[in-house]
């Protein structure tokens, strides 16, 4: 499973930012997706998951900024980051689970000036 991702980039405190992430071909039997985040320095961490119950969970760190929502249709994801802190810069990382196997897409930056 190939994933595509999109949004990120540079902005200041305070801000938002919208990322997307979805197979490139039409995939079935997704259970779980998502991102995850490594900060330099940092470990590998959960940011936001959404399983396709609609069940969703967050890193304790971003809850009440952060919001993600799932377009089942086409197991695209979607992580609304609103009041960014300088602490959520990190390479953000797009998830799918399918099978019993994650798949990974390519890092997106998300660099967050003070």
């Known amino acids: 499973v190939q994933l595509q991702a999109s949004g990120g980039g540079l902005v200041q405190a305070g801000g938002s930012l919208r990322l997307s992430c979805g197979p490139s071909?039409?995939?079935?039997?997704?259970?779980?997706i998502g991102w995850y985040r490594q900060a330099p320095g940092k470990q590998h961490e959960l940011v936001a998951r959404?399983?396709?119950?609609?069940?969703?969970n967050y890193a304790d760190a971003v809850k009440g900024r952060f919001t993600i929502s799932r377009d089942n249709a086409k197991n695209t994801a979607y992580l609304q980051m609103n009041s960014l802190k300088p602490e959520d810069t990190a390479v953000y990382y797009c998830?799918?689970?399918?099978?019993?196997?994650?798949?990974w897409g390519q890092g997106t930056l998300v660099t967050v000036s003070s």
């Open positions: 998830s799918l689970v399918k099978g019993g196997t994650n798949y």
């Open positions: 071909e039409t995939t079935f039997g997704v259970s779980a």
């Open positions: 959404v399983l396709t119950s609609g069940t969703t």
